[in-house]
């Protein structure tokens, strides 16, 4: 999933920004709520990560005004009232999903888990070739069970190419799934990834090849 975290608390970013590079997701940070309608705008997010108590205005105050202008994507609230009542105005402003602080890191990474398998079910499970990719745990396996050991972005970028059998996949779409903005590579570095995971689905026998059509981008699809 491409994550958009609004927290103030720099150290507290920090952690949640690496432990949710760990589960294979891209994750940018903003540290103030009036910046972040322009960030929807640039970037395709699956996910918002909010904290209300933003130095530039209250986190609910953002979310309505979010949800007023149409953004349909889930929203996990982070924040240090953990009253009923707060949690009531929470989930009523627009929020999907509702943590107070401090929370553990499994607790985090769980919801967001469970915010993406709200997508439906078609969206949990998908399959092509021998493939089969369960969102709902991340897993790669073939048809016969058996797991396919990838790293982080090389199962980001199966996920997002097994979304869309047959459909070309832009390199920018794929550098957006598992860089965050920031990071300092170039587009140059998705071959790398794709070539290293096309060696590891040739020698699983996954009976699919990653085609580059040069100019547009890559596509999934089986081979005979």
């Not at 005004?65 to 009923?84: C, F, K, W, Y």
């Not at 990071?183 to 090849?209: C, N, P, Q, T, Y």
Request: aromatic fraction near 4%; hydrophobic fraction near 45%; charged fraction near 30%.
């Amino acid at each position: 999933m491409r994550i958009l975290l609004i927290e103030d608390d720099r150290k507290l970013a920090e952690g949640l920004l690496g432990a949710l590079a760990q589960g294979g997701h891209a994750c940018d940070h903003l540290d103030r709520g009036q910046l972040v309608p322009a960030a929807l705008d640039a970037v395709d997010y699956d996910l918002l990560i909010l904290d209300l108590g933003l130095p530039d205005g209250d986190g609910l105050d953002l979310l309505a005004q979010l949800r007023r202008s149409g953004m349909d994507r889930p929203v996990l609230i982070l924040t240090a009232r953990d009253g009923v009542e707060d949690r009531i105005r929470g989930l009523d402003s627009g929020a999907d999903d509702y943590l107070p602080k401090p929370f553990a890191l499994g607790e985090l990474e769980a919801r967001v888990r469970a915010l993406a398998r709200r997508r439906g079910p078609a969206a949990q499970l998908q399959s092509i070739g021998r493939l089969v990719f369960d969102a709902g745990i991340r897993e790669l396996r073939r048809d016969d069970g058996t797991p396919l050991e990838l790293t982080a972005r090389e199962l980001a970028l199966i996920e997002i190419l097994m979304q869309q059998p047959g459909r070309v996949v832009s390199k920018q779409r794929l550098f957006d799934a598992v860089y965050n903005w920031d990071a300092d590579a170039s587009l140059s570095v998705i071959e790398v990834h794709l070539s290293r995971l096309r060696r590891k689905l040739g020698d699983a026998g996954a009976g699919v090849g990653i085609r580059m059509l040069r100019g547009l981008g890559y596509r999934i699809e089986a081979t005979a």
